[in-house]
T-cell receptor, first 109, second 116 residues
Framework: AQRVTQPEKLLSVFKGAPVELKCNYSYSGSPELFWYVQYSRQRLQLLLRHISRESIKGFTADLNKGETSFHLKKPFAQEEDSAMYYCALMNNAGNMLTFGGGTRLMVKP | GAVVSQHPSRVICKSGTSVKIECRSLDFQATTMFWYRQFPKQSLMLMATSNEGSKATYEQGVEKDKFLINHASLTLSTLTVTSAHPEDSSFYIC????????????FGQGTRLTVV
């Protein structure tokens, strides 16, 4: 069974502070991992996928297979980063996309 | 990015009636579509996965006779909530996977179902 855990339901930081949203997973195969973001009253949007190793809106995430983690990081948080962030895992067959519980990021001015 | 359209965005129905929710991939062919349910302030709960032309795979605890999923084409999947009850009131979200070299899924805007 695959499982995604986001230990923090809420993360509150001040503007300009570093941010790390934690994500741990459990999966027996080689996972495809993603971060999705949901801004207020908008649909879920893909933020990052681990295979791309890209930086989007200043966010990066590194897959650590040893620690089974895929934490999302940003060195300097902005107020517009305030949103719900979901870590998600797709199985190898591509027929199951499982989400973590989500972390609400609040960036205070 | 790829666009997924969900319709209706909001629906109110009476107990005992059935409601159909459509999920369309507008600019790509979706090999797989997912249906989720989201309760207030909670994460997305996967209900079922559907592949075009085959029966949907339901997650444990999801009644397949209650939540009928049809994936008739590569661009359309439907979720029908049959004999709706007030406890079926929720936010239902679909997503569609491009497939191939693009494993990620794109999401519809969701449907708020209220059963009265």
């Amino acid at each position: 069974a695959q499982r995604v855990t986001q230990p923090e339901k809420l993360l509150s930081v001040f503007k300009g502070a570093p941010v790390e949203l934690k994500c741990n997973y459990s999966y027996s195969g080689s996972p495809e991992l993603f971060w999705y973001v949901q801004y207020s009253r908008q649909r879920l949007q893909l933020l990052l996928r681990h295979i791309s190793r890209e930086s989007i809106k200043g966010f990066t995430a590194d897959l650590n297979k040893g620690e089974t983690s895929f934490h999302l990081k940003k060195p300097f948080a902005q107020e517009e980063d305030s949103a719900m962030y979901y870590c998600a895992l797709m199985n190898n067959a591509g027929n199951m996309l499982t989400f973590g519980g989500g972390t609400r990021l609040m960036v205070k001015p | 990015g790829a666009v997924v359209s969900q319709h209706p965005s909001r629906v109110i129905c009476k107990s005992g009636t059935s409601v159909k929710i459509e999920c369309r991939s507008l600019d790509f062919q979706a090999t797989t579509m997912f249906w989720y349910r989201q309760f207030p302030k909670q994460s997305l709960m996967l209900m079922a996965t559907s592949n075009e032309g085959s029966k949907a795979t339901y997650e444990q605890g999801v009644e397949k006779d209650k939540f009928l999923i049809n994936h008739a084409s590569l661009t359309l999947s439907t979720l029908t909530v049959t004999s709706a009850h007030p406890e079926d009131s929720s936010f239902y979200i679909c997503s569609a996977r491009v497939g191939g070299r693009r494993p990620e899924a794109f999401f519809g805007q969701g449907t708020r179902l209220t059963v009265v």
